[in-house]
C-alpha cells in the first residue's frame, strides 16, 4: 500500500503526530546510516519544526494535503534554500543555495518534512554512488553491495524506509538503476515535464528529476506533485494531461507491451528470466505482447556518453572558487587558483568527463563526435516513435544485472558504462520510464524491470505498472531497517 | 607603392531594454556592485535561463533598421571559456543561426558596408582592480547585446566614422540602444588589413579592440594602417593577433589573455529552445519603426528647405527631432524653429548626453505659439528672439514676456515719425551716410528699433530711412 497515503492516514487519524513520526524516522536514521550512508546531510532541526507546524494544524482540526508532513528526502544536487547542497562534490562544499529548486519549492509548499539530503555520484556522475566525496551508499539488502547511483542515497533511504519517499535525478538511469537495485520504484518522466530549475545541472538536454517510492502509487502521487509548467525553465512543458494516479487503467486487458530484442542483448539470464515472468503475468491480465528489433539502441550507449560529457564539460566551468563553494588554500594568482581549485576539488570520474567532454566539443572532433551523436540521436528518437505506432509501452530490463559489490564499479569505469545500456535510451528520447522490481537473485539482491511509455504517457506506465504490483506484490519487499508502518 | 586600407566592424551594441536578457534583474547602468544580480546572472549552480523576448524584437528592429534579413528559426549557442568575469564559464551567444543576416549601410559616397550578420547575446560583468586585489562586479552580466559585423567594405577612416555615426544614430532612433561609447553600451573592435592598391587579395588583419570614442577609432585605425604599411614596407610581415589600443599613447599593442587562441567549444544551449519569428511578427515589428534618421534628414531638407547640415543636427537625436516635429506643428515656416533650435536652444544643451534626453524648459508648444506670433507679424524677429531666451530662462510661456503693447505691428504714421526722430537727433550719421558710408544707417535703425522696442520691421525702418533721407 502507498507509503505516503498510510502515513496521511496516521496523522490526520491522529495515530501518531507528525513530530513523533519524524522522530521515528530521525532516530532510524542515526541507527542505520553508518552503514547505509544513504544521507550526508540530515536536517533534523528544519524536520522537527516542519513536523510542528503540521501538528499544530491538524490540532486546529484544520485539513492536511496528502504530502503534509510525510518525511522525505532530496538527492544533494537539488538546491535548497539555506541548506548544503553539494553534489557530493569537494568543490561545492559549503555552498548554501540562497534559492530553492522548483520541485522543492513546490514540496515544501505541500507541507513535506525534508529529513535531509542523501548521497550520490558526484554531479550525478557513476553508477553507484561511490564517486561521492562522502563514500558511496549502500544497498539496504545486502551493505556488501551497492545501492546504485547516481541517485543511490535516495534509493538506499527509500528502500531502508529511512524516508517515505524521495526525489532523484536521472541522466542516464540514475533514478530508474538505483530503483531496481534497491527493490522500489523509481519514474524518470518526460524531459520537460518537471522543471529543472535548481536541479545542479550534469547533463541539460538528458537531465529530470522524478521520484523514487516504494510502491507505484507513491511515485504517481508524487510525480503529480512536482510535475507542473515552470516559467523558469524553458525547456519545461509541465504535466500534459491529468494527475496520473486518479486516472490511470489498471486494467490493461488489450494492451499492447513491446519487447525490444536489443533490450535482452547480455542481460544477465536470471534477470532475463524475470522479466520473462513478468511478461507471462501481463499476458495472464490480457495484455498482448509484441516482439520486435530496434537496432538503433546499439548507438545509445556512444550517443549518451558523448552528448552527456559535452554538456558536462560546459556545465561544470563554472566551479573556479571565485563565488561560492570549495576554493584552494594555496595558490599563486587567479589562474593557479582556478587550476588548483578544480584539480582538488573535482574527483577522477568528474575529471574524466570534463575531459571527454571537452576533446569531443573541440574544433577538429566536433563534427567527428558531438555533431555524429546528434544525429544518431535523432535515429534513436525516430526508432522509439516507430515503436510506439506499434505497442503501448515497452518492457525492458532496467539494468542487465544486480547491485554490483561496492567497490566493483570505480575499479572499471568502462565496464561501468556498459551497465547503462538499458538506461539510457529513454534518456536520449527524452520519455518516461518507470522501474519496479520483479523479483530476487540467489543473493537476495532486487532485481528490476522498466516500463518505457511515449512522450507524456506517464499515466499509462504507472497504471501498467500498478497492474503489475497488484498481481505480483511478492516482488516489492521491506528490508530489515528503518521505520515500520 | 601605395596601400590601400581594408576593414571590417564588430560593434556590440547594449540593448536597452528595462531587463536583462536571461532574468529580470534591471539592465540599469552604474549601482553598488553586485546589486543587480540573482540567482541567474550569476550562474548559481542550478539556474536556468529564460530568453527575454523583448530582445528579441529589438535584435529584429535593429536588423530591419540595417535592411537584414530576419531568420525565421535561430537558436542560442554556448560560447565556452573561462574568465572570472563569465560566472558560468560560458557566454550565451548565437553562433551558426544568427538572428539577422545579410543587411547593409549606405554611406554618403554611395558605397554600401554589407552587414553579415546580427545576433544576440549576453554581456558579461567586469573587473575591478582596487586596494591591490582584483574584484568581480557582475552588474553587467546578463545585460543584452546584439553584436553587428560587417563585412571587410572599409576603405578609409571615414568611411568607418560616417559608420559609426550611422549606426549611432540609427540605434539611437529606433530606440534599442543609446549607444554611448564612454559608457560601454556601444563597443567597436575593428579587423584592420591593407593591400597594394589595386591587388583584390586581403592582407593579413589584426584585430583593434578597447577604443570608446569615434576619435579613437579614427585615431586607432590611421595608426595600426600606418605600423601596417611600415612592416611590410620593411619587408617584414604583419601577424594577425588582437591588438588594445592605448588612448594615452595613441598606438596599438598586442594583447594577451583570454583571447590567446581559444577554442569555444560552441555548442547549442540545451537550456534553451529554439527562437522563433513568424513572418507576420516580423512585419508587425517593421510597421512600428519610426522614421529613420537619413530618411527623416531628406525630408526635413526638401519638404521644410532647412539646411542640409541643419537637418543633420536636428535627426541626429531622437528626441530632437521629435521635438522639432511637434514644434512645427501648423506651421508655415519650420524653418524658423529649425534656426531657434540649433541658434539658441543647442546653445543651452551642449553635451551628447544632454541632447539625447533633451529636456529643454521650453515646451515644443511653447516654442510652436511663439513661432506662430512671428509668423502673424504680431512680433519682431529680435523680439522673439529675446523672449525665447527668457522663455528658456524661466520655463514660463511667450505671452507672459510679451504684453499688449509690444504686439501688432508699428504703423506707417507711427514708424514716419520715429524715423524723422532718428534722424534729426543724429545729424552726423545722416551725413556719414550722405558721405556715402552705408553703414551709418545701422546707427539710425538701432535707434527706431530702440524707439518701437524691437516690434519695428527692420525691413521697413530701413526702407523709410533711406526715403526720408532722400
Same mark, same amino acid.
Given at each position: 500500500?502507498?507509503?505516503? !497515503?498510510?502515513?496521511?492516514?496516521?496523522?490526520?487519524?491522529?495515530?501518531?503526530?507528525?513530530?513523533?513520526?519524524?522522530?521515528?524516522?530521525?532516530?532510524?536514521?542515526?541507527?542505520?546510516?553508518?552503514?547505509?550512508?544513504?544521507?550526508?546531510?540530515?536536517?533534523?532541526?528544519?524536520?522537527?519544526?516542519?513536523? /510542528?507546524?503540521?501538528?499544530?494544524?491538524?490540532?486546529?482540526?484544520?485539513?492536511?494535503?496528502?504530502?503534509?508532513?510525510?518525511?522525505?528526502?532530496?538527492?544533494?544536487?537539488?538546491?535548497?534554500?539555506?541548506?548544503?547542497?553539494?553534489?557530493?562534490?569537494?568543490?561545492?562544499?559549503?555552498?548554501?543555495?540562497?534559492?530553492?529548486?522548483?520541485?522543492?519549492?513546490?514540496?515544501?509548499?505541500?507541507?513535506?518534512?525534508?529529513? $535531509?539530503?542523501?548521497?550520490?555520484?558526484?554531479f550525478a556522475m557513476g553508477s553507484s554512488s561511490e564517486t561521492s566525496y562522502f563514500g558511496g551508499a549502500t544497498n539496504p539488502?545486502?551493505?556488501?553491495?551497492?545501492?546504485?547511483?547516481?541517485?543511490?542515497?535516495?534509493?538506499?533511504?527509500?528502500?531502508?524506509?529511512?524516508?517515505?519517499?524521495?526525489?532523484?535525478?536521472?541522466?542516464? $538511469?540514475?533514478?530508474?538503476?538505483?530503483?531496481?537495485?534497491?527493490?522500489?520504484?523509481?519514474?524518470?518522466?518526460?524531459?520537460?515535464?518537471?522543471?529543472?530549475?535548481?536541479?545542479?545541472?550534469?547533463?541539460?538536454?538528458?537531465?529530470?528529476?522524478?521520484?523514487?517510492?516504494?510502491?507505484?502509487?507513491?511515485?504517481?502521487?508524487?510525480?503529480?506533485?512536482?510535475?507542473?509548467?515552470?516559467?523558469?525553465?524553458?525547456?519545461?512543458? $509541465?504535466?500534459?494531461?491529468?494527475?496520473?494516479?486518479?486516472?490511470?487503467?489498471?486494467?490493461?486487458?488489450?494492451?499492447?507491451?513491446?519487447?525490444?530484442?536489443?533490450?535482452?542483448?547480455?542481460?544477465?539470464?536470471?534477470?532475463?528470466?524475470?522479466?520473462?515472468?513478468?511478461?507471462?503475468?501481463?499476458?495472464?491480465? $490480457?495484455?498482448?505482447?509484441?516482439?520486435?528489433?530496434?537496432?538503433?539502441?546499439?548507438?545509445?550507449?556512444?550517443?549518451?556518453?558523448?552528448?552527456?560529457?559535452?554538456?558536462?564539460?560546459?556545465?561544470?566551468?563554472?566551479?573556479?572558487?571565485?563565488?561560492?563553494?570549495?576554493?584552494? /588554500?594555496?595558490?599563486?594568482?587567479?589562474?593557479?587558483?582556478?587550476?588548483?581549485?578544480?584539480?582538488?576539488?573535482?574527483?577522477?570520474?568528474?575529471?574524466?568527463?570534463?575531459?571527454?567532454?571537452?576533446?569531443?566539443?573541440?574544433?577538429?572532433?566536433?563534427?567527428?563526435?558531438?555533431? !555524429?551523436?546528434?544525429?544518431?540521436?535523432?535515429?534513436?528518437?525516430?526508432?522509439?516513435?516507430?515503436?510506439?505506432?506499434?505497442?503501448?509501452?515497452?518492457?525492458?530490463?532496467?539494468?542487465?544485472?544486480?547491485?554490483?559489490?561496492?567497490?566493483?564499479?570505480?575499479?572499471?569505469?568502462?565496464?561501468?558504462?556498459?551497465?547503462?545500456?538499458?538506461?539510457?535510451?529513454?534518456?536520449?528520447?527524452?520519455?518516461?520510464?518507470?522501474?519496479?522490481?520483479?523479483?530476487?537473485?540467489?543473493?537476495?539482491?532486487?532485481?528490476?524491470?522498466?516500463?518505457?511509455?511515449?512522450?507524456?504517457?506517464?499515466?499509462?506506465?504507472?497504471?501498467?505498472?500498478?497492474a503489475y504490483e497488484k498481481a505480483a506484490g511478492e516482488n516489492f519487499k521491506d528490508t530489515k531497517w528503518g521505520v515500520k508502518? | 607603392?601605395?596601400?590601400?586600407?581594408?576593414?571590417?566592424?564588430?560593434?556590440?551594441?547594449?540593448?536597452?531594454?528595462?531587463?536583462?536578457?536571461?532574468?529580470?534583474?534591471?539592465?540599469?547602468?552604474?549601482?553598488?556592485?553586485?546589486?543587480?544580480?540573482?540567482?541567474?546572472?550569476?550562474?548559481?549552480?542550478?539556474?536556468?535561463?529564460?530568453?527575454?523576448?523583448?530582445?528579441?524584437?529589438?535584435?529584429?528592429?535593429?536588423?530591419?533598421?540595417?535592411?537584414?534579413?530576419?531568420?525565421?528559426?535561430?537558436?542560442?549557442?554556448?560560447?565556452?571559456?573561462?574568465?572570472?568575469?563569465?560566472?558560468?564559464?560560458?557566454?550565451?551567444?548565437?553562433?551558426?543561426?544568427?538572428?539577422?543576416?545579410?543587411?547593409?549601410?549606405?554611406?554618403?559616397?554611395?558605397?554600401?558596408?554589407?552587414?553579415?550578420?546580427?545576433?544576440?547575446?549576453?554581456?558579461?560583468?567586469?573587473?575591478?582592480?582596487?586596494?591591490?586585489?582584483?574584484?568581480?562586479?557582475?552588474?553587467?552580466?546578463?545585460?543584452?547585446?546584439?553584436?553587428?559585423?560587417?563585412?571587410?567594405?572599409?576603405?578609409?577612416?571615414?568611411?568607418?566614422?560616417?559608420?559609426?555615426?550611422?549606426?549611432?544614430?540609427?540605434?539611437?532612433?529606433?530606440?534599442?540602444?543609446?549607444?554611448?561609447?564612454?559608457?560601454?553600451?556601444?563597443?567597436?573592435?575593428?579587423?584592420?588589413?591593407?593591400?597594394?592598391?589595386?591587388?583584390?587579395?586581403?592582407?593579413?588583419?589584426?584585430?583593434?579592440?578597447?577604443?570608446?570614442?569615434?576619435?579613437?577609432?579614427?585615431?586607432?585605425?590611421?595608426?595600426?594602417?600606418?605600423?601596417?604599411?611600415?612592416?611590410?614596407?620593411?619587408?617584414?610581415?604583419?601577424?594577425?593577433?588582437?591588438?588594445?589600443?592605448?588612448?594615452?599613447?595613441?598606438?596599438?599593442?598586442?594583447?594577451?589573455?583570454?583571447?590567446?587562441?581559444?577554442?569555444?567549444?560552441?555548442?547549442?544551449?540545451?537550456?534553451?529552445?529554439?527562437?522563433?519569428?513568424?513572418?507576420?511578427?516580423?512585419?508587425?515589428?517593421?510597421?512600428?519603426?519610426?522614421?529613420?534618421?537619413?530618411?527623416?534628414?531628406?525630408?526635413?531638407?526638401?519638404?521644410?528647405?532647412?539646411?542640409?547640415?541643419?537637418?543633420?543636427?536636428?535627426?541626429?537625436?531622437?528626441?530632437?527631432?521629435?521635438?522639432?516635429?511637434?514644434?512645427?506643428?501648423?506651421?508655415?515656416?519650420?524653418?524658423?524653429?529649425?534656426?531657434?533650435?540649433?541658434?539658441?536652444?543647442?546653445?543651452?544643451?551642449?553635451?551628447?548626453?544632454?541632447?539625447?534626453?533633451?529636456?529643454?524648459?521650453?515646451?515644443?508648444?511653447?516654442?510652436?505659439?511663439?513661432?506662430?506670433?512671428?509668423?502673424?507679424?504680431?512680433?519682431?524677429?529680435?523680439?522673439?528672439?529675446?523672449?525665447?531666451?527668457?522663455?528658456?530662462?524661466?520655463?514660463?510661456?511667450?505671452?507672459?514676456?510679451?504684453?499688449?503693447?509690444?504686439?501688432?505691428?508699428?504703423?506707417?504714421?507711427?514708424?514716419?515719425?520715429?524715423?524723422?526722430?532718428?534722424?534729426?537727433?543724429?545729424?552726423?550719421?545722416?551725413?556719414?551716410?550722405?558721405?556715402?558710408?552705408?553703414?551709418?544707417?545701422?546707427?539710425?535703425?538701432?535707434?527706431?528699433?530702440?524707439?518701437?522696442?524691437?516690434?519695428?520691421?527692420?525691413?521697413?525702418?530701413?526702407?523709410?530711412?533711406?526715403?526720408?533721407?532722400?
Open positions: 500500500m502507498s507509503q505516503i !497515503k498510510k502515513i496521511h492516514d496516521m496523522l490526520t487519524s491522529k495515530e501518531i503526530s507528525c513530530k513523533e513520526l519524524t522522530q521515528k524516522y530521525l532516530d532510524e536514521i542515526e541507527k542505520s546510516n553508518g552503514e547505509l550512508n544513504a544521507y550526508v546531510n540530515v536536517t533534523a532541526d528544519t524536520a522537527v519544526a516542519q513536523a /510542528e507546524k503540521v501538528d499544530a494544524k491538524i490540532a486546529k482540526g484544520e485539513t492536511i494535503g496528502l504530502l503534509e508532513g510525510v518525511p522525505m528526502t532530496l538527492k544533494d544536487n537539488l538546491s535548497t534554500k539555506g541548506i548544503e547542497t553539494t553534489c557530493c562534490s569537494k568543490i561545492l562544499t559549503g555552498y548554501k543555495p540562497i534559492y530553492n529548486a522548483t520541485v522543492w519549492d513546490k514540496l515544501e509548499n505541500e507541507g513535506a518534512v525534508l529529513l $535531509g539530503k542523501t548521497n550520490m555520484d558526484e539488502f545486502n551493505t556488501k553491495h551497492c545501492a546504485g547511483g547516481s541517485s543511490g542515497g535516495v534509493a538506499s533511504a527509500v528502500g531502508a524506509d529511512i524516508a517515505a519517499y524521495g526525489l532523484g535525478s536521472d541522466t542516464g $538511469g540514475s533514478i530508474r538503476q538505483p530503483a531496481s537495485f534497491c527493490g522500489i520504484v523509481g519514474l524518470k518522466p518526460t524531459y520537460g515535464a518537471v522543471s529543472r530549475y535548481g536541479l545542479i545541472a550534469y547533463a541539460s538536454s538528458l537531465d529530470q528529476i522524478g521520484p523514487v517510492t516504494k510502491t507505484v502509487e507513491d511515485a504517481s502521487i508524487v510525480y503529480d506533485a512536482i510535475s507542473d509548467y515552470d516559467p523558469k525553465d524553458s525547456t519545461c512543458q $509541465g504535466r500534459k494531461g491529468d494527475l496520473t494516479f486518479d486516472t490511470v487503467n489498471n486494467d490493461i486487458k488489450g494492451m499492447k507491451i513491446g519487447i525490444v530484442r536489443e533490450y535482452l542483448d547480455g542481460v544477465r539470464d536470471d534477470v532475463k528470466e524475470s522479466l520473462l515472468n513478468a511478461v507471462k503475468v501481463y499476458e495472464s491480465l $490480457g495484455a498482448e505482447v509484441i516482439y520486435f528489433d530496434m537496432p538503433a539502441i546499439k548507438f545509445a550507449l556512444p550517443v549518451y556518453y558523448i552528448i552527456a560529457c559535452a554538456e558536462a564539460s560546459s556545465n561544470l566551468g563554472r566551479y573556479d572558487g571565485i563565488r561560492y563553494g570549495f576554493k584552494a /588554500e594555496h595558490y599563486n594568482g587567479t589562474h593557479d587558483m582556478m587550476c588548483r581549485t578544480r584539480s582538488e576539488g573535482f574527483g577522477d570520474e568528474v575529471k574524466r568527463r570534463i575531459l571527454l567532454g571537452t576533446y569531443v566539443l573541440s574544433a577538429g572532433y566536433y563534427d567527428a563526435y558531438y555533431k !555524429k551523436a546528434q544525429n544518431l540521436r535523432g535515429t534513436i528518437v525516430k526508432a522509439f516513435d516507430d515503436a510506439f505506432t506499434k505497442c503501448d509501452f515497452v518492457l525492458a530490463p532496467t539494468v542487465p544485472m544486480t547491485a554490483f559489490e561496492m567497490g566493483h564499479a570505480t575499479s572499471d569505469p568502462v565496464e561501468t558504462y556498459l551497465t547503462d545500456i538499458c538506461t539510457v535510451p529513454v534518456n536520449i528520447a527524452g520519455l518516461p520510464a518507470v522501474s519496479i522490481p520483479c523479483g530476487f537473485d540467489d543473493k537476495g539482491l532486487p532485481i528490476g524491470m522498466q516500463l518505457i511509455g511515449n512522450k507524456f504517457k506517464e499515466a499509462t506506465i504507472l497504471g501498467a505498472a500498478n508502518l | 607603392m601605395k596601400y590601400e586600407l581594408v576593414a571590417g566592424f564588430e560593434t556590440h551594441v547594449e540593448l536597452s531594454t528595462k531587463t536583462k536578457i536571461f532574468c529580470s534583474c534591471t539592465t540599469a547602468f552604474g549601482g553598488e556592485p553586485n546589486t543587480h544580480c540573482c540567482p541567474v546572472c550569476i550562474g548559481l549552480p542550478g539556474t536556468l535561463p529564460k530568453l527575454n523576448r523583448q530582445v528579441v524584437k529589438y535584435a529584429i528592429m535593429a536588423g530591419l533598421a540595417t535592411n537584414c534579413e530576419i531568420a525565421e528559426v535561430a537558436k542560442m549557442d554556448r560560447k565556452n571559456y573561462c574568465y572570472p568575469d563569465l560566472p558560468k564559464a560560458y557566454q550565451i551567444s548565437e553562433y551558426d543561426k544568427p538572428l539577422c543576416e545579410h543587411g547593409y549601410i549606405q554611406l554618403s559616397n554611395g558605397r554600401k558596408i554589407r552587414i553579415l550578420r546580427i545576433h544576440i547575446e549576453e554581456d558579461a560583468g567586469k573587473l575591478v582592480h582596487a586596494h591591490g586585489d582584483t574584484y568581480v562586479d557582475y552588474n553587467r552580466g546578463g545585460v543584452p547585446l546584439i553584436e553587428i559585423v560587417t563585412e571587410p567594405d572599409f576603405r578609409s577612416v571615414d568611411e568607418a566614422r560616417e559608420y559609426v555615426e550611422k549606426l549611432q544614430l540609427i540605434m539611437r532612433c529606433i530606440g534599442v540602444s543609446d549607444c554611448r561609447m564612454q559608457e560601454g553600451s556601444m563597443r567597436c573592435d575593428v579587423n584592420i588589413s591593407v593591400r597594394p592598391e589595386g591587388s583584390d587579395k586581403l592582407g593579413t588583419r589584426t584585430e583593434i579592440k578597447n577604443m570608446n570614442s569615434i576619435n579613437n577609432i579614427a585615431k586607432a585605425m590611421e595608426y595600426e594602417y600606418e605600423r601596417q604599411v611600415d612592416v611590410i614596407e620593411n619587408g617584414g610581415k604583419v601577424i594577425q593577433e588582437t591588438l588594445r589600443y592605448d588612448d594615452a599613447s595613441n598606438t596599438t599593442s598586442s594583447m594577451r589573455g583570454k583571447e590567446d587562441a581559444n577554442d569555444y567549444r560552441y555548442f547549442r544551449d540545451p537550456d534553451l529552445v529554439t527562437i522563433l519569428t513568424s513572418r507576420e511578427e516580423v512585419e508587425e515589428i517593421r510597421k512600428t519603426l519610426p522614421e529613420l534618421p537619413e530618411v527623416k534628414k531628406e525630408r526635413y531638407v526638401e519638404e521644410y528647405d532647412i539646411p542640409e547640415k541643419d537637418a543633420s543636427l536636428l535627426t541626429k537625436y531622437r528626441k530632437v527631432s521629435e521635438y522639432f516635429d511637434e514644434a512645427i506643428e501648423g506651421l508655415k515656416t519650420p524653418k524658423t524653429v529649425s534656426n531657434f533650435i540649433i541658434g539658441s536652444i543647442f546653445r543651452r544643451v551642449e553635451t551628447e548626453k544632454d541632447k539625447e534626453s533633451f529636456d529643454v524648459a521650453v515646451s515644443p508648444k511653447q516654442l510652436n505659439e511663439l513661432v506662430k506670433m512671428l509668423e502673424d507679424k504680431k512680433i519682431q524677429n529680435n523680439l522673439a528672439k529675446k523672449t525665447l531666451e527668457k522663455m528658456l530662462d524661466t520655463g514660463k510661456p511667450c505671452t507672459e514676456f510679451i504684453d499688449e503693447s509690444d504686439l501688432g505691428g508699428v504703423d506707417d504714421n507711427a514708424l514716419a515719425q520715429m524715423c524723422q526722430s532718428a534722424i534729426d537727433s543724429n545729424p552726423a550719421a545722416v551725413a556719414d551716410y550722405k558721405g556715402g558710408k552705408e553703414k551709418a544707417l545701422m546707427a539710425l535703425l538701432g535707434n527706431v528699433m530702440k524707439q518701437s522696442r524691437g516690434k519695428a520691421d527692420a525691413q521697413a525702418v530701413r526702407a523709410k530711412l533711406i526715403e526720408l533721407i532722400g
